[in-house]
């Protein structure tokens, strides 16, 4: 199984709500990564969660929070967000990160579609 | 730090024809190599991916790509495409200890 879920699939939020990205996979991967992908363009990494830590932030705004509560589990937090944040957000899980030799594959989730009013 | 640059931004074929994406790549050390495809609406799916060993790599859906370390290179082909190959494909560089990066992506479209 190299499944990686994302939840919700669809989210529109106003420029001062706060909600939250889920992102779950059951593969025993122990690094988890957060992407996001404007149209026609490729993914850009935000964070890297490695072994629940987090060990790169992409000099992402702190509007965007990301939490690791287990190694299943990632979650962004997203408050205060502006129109140009809207974007396909995509979760990615692999077994490790940052090895001196990795021969580890990223495997991605669908993505949450996020609109910002 | 590696990039990757994919030299066609738009390929527009007919069924049966055949494709070549070009993706080269910039670091001096192992590095692994990958194709990822974005159908419309759809995630991001690995194609394949090289590590080490033979340089000519397969895939699924009748795709392979060959690494040539020489020419810094991880082209991919399809010897007929079809309809149904119609994505956007990205090509990807993971340097061990670094983060993966992505090409800009080529958007194959392929006429029935």
Same mark, same amino acid.
């Given at each position: 199984?190299?499944?990686?879920?994302?939840?919700?699939?669809?989210?529109?939020?106003?420029?001062? @709500?706060?909600?939250?990205?889920?992102?779950?996979?059951?593969?025993?991967?122990?690094?988890? %990564?957060?992407?996001?992908?404007?149209?026609?363009?490729?993914?850009?990494?935000?964070?890297?969660?490695? %072994?629940?830590?987090?060990?790169?932030?992409?000099?992402?705004?702190?509007?965007?929070?990301?939490?690791?509560? @287990?190694?299943?589990?990632?979650?962004?937090?997203?408050?205060?967000?502006?129109?140009?944040?809207?974007?396909? %957000?995509?979760?990615?899980?692999?077994?490790?990160?940052?090895?001196?030799?990795?021969?580890?594959?990223?495997?991605?989730?669908?993505?949450?579609?996020?609109?910002?009013? | 730090?590696? =990039?990757?640059?994919?030299?066609?931004?738009?390929?527009?074929?007919?069924?049966?024809?055949?494709?070549?994406?070009?993706?080269?790549? =910039?670091?001096?050390?192992?590095?692994?190599?990958?194709?990822?495809?974005?159908?419309?609406?759809?995630?991001?799916?690995?194609?394949?991916?090289?590590?080490?060993?033979?340089?000519?790599?397969?895939?699924?859906?009748?795709?392979?790509?060959?690494?040539?370390?020489?020419?810094?290179?991880?082209?991919?082909?399809?010897?007929?495409?079809?309809?149904?190959?119609?994505?956007?494909?990205?090509?990807?560089?993971?340097?061990?200890?670094?983060?993966?990066?992505?090409?800009?992506?080529?958007?194959?479209?392929?006429?029935?």
């Amino acid at each position: 199984d190299t499944e990686v879920t994302q939840t919700p699939k669809h989210l529109v939020m106003g420029m001062t @709500n706060k909600k939250s990205l889920k992102c779950e996979q059951h593969m025993g991967h122990r690094a988890m %990564y957060w992407y996001k992908q404007k149209a026609k363009k490729p993914p850009e990494l935000m964070f890297v969660y490695s %072994y629940e830590k987090l060990s790169i932030n992409e000099s992402v705004p702190s509007r965007f929070s990301p939490e690791c509560p @287990n190694s299943s589990l990632l979650n962004l937090h997203l408050h205060a967000l502006q129109p140009e944040d809207s974007a396909l %957000y995509l979760c990615a899980s692999s077994q490790r990160w940052g090895a001196p030799v990795s021969t580890d594959t990223q495997y991605f989730g669908p993505g949450t579609r996020l609109t910002v009013l | 730090a590696q =990039s990757v640059s994919q030299h066609n931004h738009h390929v527009i074929l007919s069924e049966a024809a055949s494709l070549e994406l070009g993706c080269n790549y =910039s670091y001096g050390g192992t590095v692994n190599l990958f194709w990822y495809v974005q159908y419309p609406g759809q995630h991001l799916q690995l194609l394949l991916k090289y590590f080490s060993g033979d340089p000519l790599v397969k895939g699924i859906k009748g795709f392979e790509a060959e690494f040539i370390k020489s020419k810094f290179s991880f082209n991919l082909r399809k010897p007929s495409v079809q309809w149904s190959d119609t994505a956007e494909y990205f090509c990807a560089v993971n340097a061990p200890g670094n983060d993966m990066r992505f090409g800009a992506g080529t958007r194959l479209t392929v006429k029935p």
